[in-house]
């Protein structure tokens, strides 16, 4: 008993400050008990057990440039301080290469060409009194310079044989003729060759004919325009059309092509007084005639030489080597009264001019009274005409604009004149497009007076070489 008790008092004198343990601590969720671990050895005296600190919350949030700096040492800062220069320096090299490549390949603006001359050159003096008629119809002009004078209403009236001119010309127009050349052969119909007789009779022009007679382009073109044959109109008109009715219908429409908006066909030679027209109309044609080399041999002529061996026949156009005229043709009808359209030349200050005039409706019992109107206006018109020269040859008349500051002076190559009468004014125009270069005396443009098919134009050349700009003005310009 005693060994026990004193057994149960050791034991409980062991669980006293267990117990006391237990007993003093608050209430508290059950712990489980977990045996002690043996403490391991410290093998490495520069061992530390893993203690995980804590910074204060001050600390977590100072910047980092609060932490400790990298060091440089002093000779690695000193290269870098050598070295940014050099950097620098290649970085600008490498931006100015940049810069110039950019600028060298950057097409160069277009040259331009302007007139260092007046744009137009007005003759001093009054404008010339002209030998007007007091009646019918009447306008004559220069070709390319303009109208000098007119009188009349536009009113159309009959044409007579005039008509022949839109006859000659639609031909050739759609048969052209080389100058001296005699063309296509065609034959005389059985039709026309039975109304050779009915055409006398009545009055008409003609030349004789007989059926399956061969005639050449030309010389059926000389009978119309000669000697003013019906019978060939009518012929002429059958070759190209196959009838009266087609070719009078291309004649209208060739008119209203010419801006001839007072004129109007019903036949090819004019004998119908349905055939109207005026004088400022037949200016119109008969320019554009003219300009047909064919067409201007063939009015020049003085005789017409029949191809069946008859005698010659004098041109109906007496005035032909009078005042200048070169070409025309008459008209006449009991309608119509005396016409005349006329063509002249002159040479006024060194270039070549032609005088376009027509007058209608004169009375009288042929075409004299007309030719005689005619004489006097191709006199009285030349004598106004006259000239100015504008430059002189090599003296500058234009320059060329390279866009980037240089400017080239351009020369005359001839002596640049206008010709006109007093109180005309002139345009003067430029024509051509400018080189980025050339050689000396390379034609380049022209100086254009006048307008339409009669303007004259005068060559423009460089004085000296022209180069494209040189690299540093590519490498500089701003524009």
Known sequence: MREGSEAAAVGRSELEPLEQV???APAAPPVTRVSRLPALPAADPEFRPYQ???AAPAQIQAPLSEGPQAVVPPEEDERRRRRWPLVAVLMVVVLLAAAGAVQFFRPLPEPAMRLTLPASHTFRGDKPVLPLPQGGQAVVGVEGIGTMGRAGAETPIPTASVAKVMTAYLFLKNHPLAPGEDGPTFTISPQEAARLKFRKQRGES????????????????EALMVVSANNLAHELARWDAGSLEAYVAKMNTAARELGMTNTRYTDPSGYDSG??????????????AMAIPAFAEIVALRTYVPNDGGPDRPAGNVLLGRNGIVGGKTGYTDAAGGNFVFAAKRRVAGIDTLLIGAVMGQQGSSAVAAMTVAEQLAGAAQGALTGATLARAGQT??????????VTPVAAGAPITVVGWPGLTVPVALDGTPPDQGARGEEVGAVVVGDGSGEVRFPLRLPRALKEPDLVTRLTRLG
């Open 22 to 24: 237990f007993w003093e």
């Open 52 to 54: 995980p600190q804590h």
């Open 206 to 221: 003609h030349v004789d004919v007989t059926a399956g007679q061969r005639f050449t382009e030309r010389k059926a073109l």
């Open 275 to 288: 055939t109207v027209s005026t004088a400022a109309d037949q200016v119109k044609l008969l320019r554009a």
């Open 397 to 406: 008349a234009a320059e060329i604009d390279d866009g980037l500051g240089k």
